[in-house]
């Protein structure tokens, strides 16, 4: 166990607060008179109480005769030199204490004998629970001595309280391990193995830490509840943080294997207020009949949440409740307002990432239906956080036009597919003013001016209605993610699938806009005034066909953009395999890159080519042939930009999808491979 030093004192440190016991001793109704009627629910002490039903709360248990006595530094009890005292709690107190048989150092609890600790953690074997070695009982001082894993460093408690005098600016993975060797009294013995952890944080951002400890936490917890053992007073003054900066679990005294729920009245059911379910509440109070059952492992991933929510913000989510009764009006008042909504972490730090606050919020959900079913879950939703957030610091920052979309990703991003129309526009009337317009009767050009006011109403109503149809779910989801909902992850995953096809939509979208005017044209010209040559065919063709490839090309680009910079990494529920789900979903995007790059220069210089092949006409005026030479220009200028631009373009586009995907040779950070060892 490591030492348990006083708490430093801060503006945020909650009122004193009374043990609290329901073992209600003959003198508890005197007892309770000592309880100040303002008295802060918010408790960071753990209490007990025999199994249900559970009596009032608060109430300070005075000392009793038959209180085993405790050693005092330099005493020997049993096999153990005690060296000093680490901490105390409501069960027991904790020294430092050297094993004489072995030559060790250990932790050394001593408490009276009850209880079943020793045997609880004797099947929790994992590196981030503290070891059981040996238990010793004296009858005759009724004191049971648990020797355990000694751990050099302090509690994330003090961690917390420490980050929480800085400001949150400076806070990182780094500041955590400097808190540790500050705070830190006794040294550690080397670990090769451990400084991978100590690395680790030391490089990490804070909400990169802060996920990888808790996420460790989650490991250790599912370990545990495998084991048919519930922790039930998960807090940080619980969780120890070694020299190296690893966070292992502690105190199982009051965990519980539900197998022996209904085992003899004895048996200890308790916990800590500020960090309890609201079921947990609800077990406590005896004005509510719920069965103990309802405490399971999902309050114990609530009470992880409240850890976590903790360590992001430097305070619990829940204003304090004063305790004005005896009875269980103020614990009525607690579980209620943790059933009012899941607090968010961002309400109170807006740095959070949202990813991450959607994580702790479903651990916070008032319903246990809706939190991580299992600590497993919630630990490979942490771990899905750290890889976004790598993603997000992979991501190429860009300039104006990426934070701009970012912004507005609908609006910039229906801007930016819809220019390269515009350009596809320009080109197409040049063309037909060129070779087309000239060559028509006067009915024929009053029909063609008719059919290309109807065309366009008919094509633009057509395509902005689809429009509106594909960006419909995307932008509910997004709305809903702003307004801080937590989507199911089949709905998640459907709407991404739809951001993917956003791409695809844009080819569709201008092949429906552009080809079918290059027969649609001429044949209702035909018909209704009068019969075209076969080259006026052949120049709607080939002028429709042209503005439609170089709006297909660029519209695609500027849809890619939106869809991979902005849209898709935003839509994860908790980033879970987030990598490997992205390699899969984007295995297409490259080539289609590729064809696209070569599209962009090939289609304008090739128009350009065409048009030099076929050379004016001999009816050309003299404006005119300027205005062919005009456009023969323009077409090869823009050939060569848009070349360099979808060069420019898809370069960047490899940057993200190299961003999103990683390398798979080299794991899932590619040049980063240890930040994320998951061991």
């Known amino acids: 166990?490591?030492?348990?030093?006083?708490?430093?004192?801060?503006?945020?440190?909650?009122?004193?607060?009374?043990?609290?016991?329901?073992?209600?001793?003959?003198?508890?109704?005197?007892?309770?008179?000592?309880?100040?009627?303002?008295?802060?629910?918010?408790?960071?002490?753990?209490?007990?109480?025999?199994?249900?039903?559970?009596?009032?709360?608060?109430?300070?248990?005075?000392?009793?005769?038959?209180?085993?006595?405790?050693?005092?530094?330099?005493?020997?009890?049993?096999?153990?030199?005690?060296?000093?005292?680490?901490?105390?709690?409501?069960?027991?107190?904790?020294?430092?204490?050297?094993?004489?048989?072995?030559?060790?150092?250990?932790?050394?609890?001593?408490?009276?004998?009850?209880?079943?600790?020793?045997?609880?953690?004797?099947?929790?074997?994992?590196?981030?629970?503290?070891?059981?070695?040996?238990?010793?009982?004296?009858?005759?001082?009724?004191?049971?001595?648990?020797?355990?894993?000694?751990?050099?460093?302090?509690?994330?408690?003090?961690?917390?309280?420490?980050?929480?005098?800085?400001?949150?600016?400076?806070?990182?993975?780094?500041?955590?391990?400097?808190?540790?060797?500050?705070?830190?009294?006794?040294?550690?013995?080397?670990?090769?193995?451990?400084?991978?952890?100590?690395?680790?944080?030391?490089?990490?951002?804070?909400?990169?830490?802060?996920?990888?400890?808790?996420?460790?936490?989650?490991?250790?917890?599912?370990?545990?509840?495998?084991?048919?053992?519930?922790?039930r007073d998960i807090k940080p003054a619980n969780i120890l943080v070694n020299r190296y900066g690893r966070p292992m679990l502690a105190d199982f005294n009051v965990a519980l294997d539900p197998q022996r729920l209904k085992g003899p009245a004895g048996e200890v059911f308790g916990g800590t207020l500020g960090y309890m379910a609201p079921e947990h509440i609800d077990a406590f109070n005896p004005a509510v009949n719920v069965s103990p059952a309802a405490v399971d492992e999902r309050s114990d991933t609530y009470s992880?949440?409240?850890?976590?929510?903790?360590?992001?913000?430097?305070?619990?989510?829940?204003?304090?409740?004063?305790?004005?009764?005896?009875?269980?009006?103020?614990?009525?008042?607690?579980?209620?307002?943790?059933?009012?909504?899941?607090?968010?972490?961002?309400?109170?730090?807006?740095?959070?990432?949202?990813?991450?606050?959607?994580?702790?919020?479903?651990?916070?959900?008032?319903?246990?239906?809706?939190?991580?079913?299992?600590?497993?879950?919630?630990?490979?939703?942490?771990?899905?956080?750290?890889?976004?957030?790598?993603?997000?610091?992979?991501?190429?920052?860009?300039?104006?036009?990426?934070?701009?979309?970012?912004?507005?990703?609908?609006?910039?991003?229906?801007?930016?597919?819809?220019?390269?129309?515009?350009?596809?526009?320009?080109?197409?009337?040049?063309?037909?003013?060129?070779?087309?317009?000239?060559?028509?009767?006067?009915?024929?050009?009053?029909?063609?001016?008719?059919?290309?006011?109807?065309?366009?109403?008919?094509?633009?109503?057509?395509?902005?209605?689809?429009?509106?149809k594909i960006m419909r779910p995307i932008v509910r989801m997004w709305q809903r993610l702003s307004a801080g909902e937590i989507p199911g992850d089949d709905e998640m995953t459907a709407v991404r699938h739809q951001v993917l096809q956003l791409p695809v939509w844009a080819i569709g979208l201008a092949c429906l806009g552009w080809l079918p005017g290059g027969i649609l044209f001429p044949l209702a010209i035909d018909a209704l005034a009068g019969p075209l040559d076969r080259d006026v065919y052949h120049h709607f063709l080939v002028s429709f066909t042209l503005s439609g490839l170089i709006a297909m090309t660029y519209s695609l680009f500027a849809a890619q953009f939106v869809v991979l910079r902005v849209l898709y990494p935003r839509f994860w529920v908790d980033g879970s395999a987030m990598r490997a789900l992205a390699r899969d979903e984007l295995q297409a995007i490259d080539g289609r890159l590729r064809i696209c790059q070569f599209l962009a220069g090939l289609i304008p210089l090739a128009g350009a080519a065409l048009m030099v092949s076929v050379g004016p006409d001999e009816q050309f005026t003299m404006s005119s042939y300027r205005t062919f030479r005009l456009l023969v220009t323009a077409l090869i200028a823009l050939g060569m930009v848009g070349f360099g631009a979808a060069l420019t373009a898809s370069t960047q586009l490899h940057q993200i999808l190299h961003a999103l995907v990683g390398d798979e040779r080299r794991g899932l950070e590619g040049d980063r491979p240890s930040r994320t060892s998951w061991h």
């Not at 199994?51 to 300070?60: E, H, K």
């Not at 970012?406 to 070779?435: E, F, K, T, W």
């Open 1 to 231: 166990m490591a030492e348990q030093p006083e708490r430093l004192p801060t503006p945020k440190d909650p009122p004193a607060t009374a043990d609290f016991s329901t073992a209600t001793p003959p003198d508890a109704a005197e007892s309770a008179r000592d309880v100040t009627d303002a008295h802060d629910t918010r408790e960071s002490t753990t209490g007990f109480v025999p199994s249900f039903p559970a009596p009032v709360l608060g109430m300070r248990p005075k000392s009793r005769s038959g209180a085993p006595s405790l050693p005092e530094p330099g005493d020997r009890i049993d096999d153990f030199e005690i060296v000093q005292v680490l901490g105390a709690g409501a069960f027991a107190t904790v020294f430092l204490a050297r094993q004489v048989s072995l030559d060790r150092q250990v932790a050394l609890k001593v408490s009276a004998n009850r209880g079943s600790e020793a045997r609880t953690l004797a099947q929790l074997e994992h590196d981030h629970i503290v070891r059981v070695f040996s238990e010793v009982v004296l009858p005759a001082k009724n004191v049971r001595l648990l020797c355990m894993q000694f751990v050099s460093g302090t509690t994330l408690e003090r961690i917390i309280r420490n980050l929480s005098t800085r400001h949150p600016g400076t806070w990182s993975g780094r500041s955590i391990v400097e808190i540790i060797d500050q705070v830190s009294s006794h040294p550690a013995m080397f670990d090769p193995a451990a400084l991978r952890d100590r690395e680790l944080l030391m490089r990490s951002d804070f909400f990169e830490a802060a996920c990888w400890i808790v996420a460790r936490l989650a490991e250790a917890l599912a370990h545990a509840h495998n084991q048919r053992v519930l922790h």
């Open 304 to 468: 992880l949440g409240l850890v976590l929510h903790e360590l992001l913000t430097g305070v619990l989510p829940f204003d304090a409740v004063p305790r004005t009764t005896r009875d269980g009006s103020s614990l009525q008042l607690l579980a209620n307002q943790r059933r009012a909504e899941a607090p968010s972490p961002r309400a109170r730090r807006e740095e959070v990432p949202e990813i991450l606050d959607r994580v702790v919020r479903r651990c916070l959900d008032p319903d246990p239906a809706r939190r991580y079913q299992t600590a497993d879950a919630l630990g490979l939703a942490l771990k899905g956080c750290i890889e976004h957030r790598h993603v997000e610091k992979a991501l190429p920052r860009g300039g104006i036009l990426t934070r701009a979309t970012l912004r507005h990703p609908v609006m910039i991003g229906v801007v930016l597919i819809v220019l390269p129309h515009i350009l596809g526009s320009a080109v197409n009337i040049s063309y037909n003013s060129l070779r087309i317009v000239g060559n028509l009767t006067e009915d024929q050009q009053r029909i063609f001016v008719d059919v290309a006011m109807a065309y366009n109403v008919f094509t633009y109503s057509l395509c902005l209605a689809l429009i509106v």
